[in-house]
């Protein structure tokens, strides 16, 4: 089963950027597309974005897109997920999935 850890979070000010990181081990990302979500308190996790195994084909939540950008290095084993323009509503946990395996998360904390 792989296992998915996820870097780069962080607290940052209103308009700032952040790159997230997730990293997965024990499995490649063979075939498969990966996801972010994210999880703010007392609210449940929603999708944020998405991309396929070539790269070829994202998919974004209405209110993030413009804004953040996901890719992938397949050769390292790592999809990222740039955050532009970050807003307070941003703040959550940030969580990469692959099929049934999800990371630990990393908080993203936008400070207005």
């Known amino acids: 089963q792989v296992q998915l850890v996820e870097s780069g979070g962080g607290l940052v000010q209103a308009g700032g950027s952040l790159r997230l990181s997730c990293v997965a081990s024990g499995h490649t990302f063979i075939y498969a597309g990966t996801n972010w979500f994210r999880q703010a308190p007392g609210k449940e996790r929603e999708f944020v974005a998405s991309?396929?195994?070539?790269?070829?084909?994202?998919k974004y939540r209405d209110s993030v897109k413009g804004r953040f950008t996901i890719s992938r290095d397949n050769a390292k084993n790592t999809v990222y997920l740039q955050m532009n323009g970050l807003t307070p509503e941003d703040t959550a946990v940030y969580y990469c999935n692959f099929l049934a395996s999800w990371g630990a998360g990393t908080q993203v904390t936008v400070s207005s």
């Open positions: 991309i396929n195994w070539g790269g070829e084909i994202t």
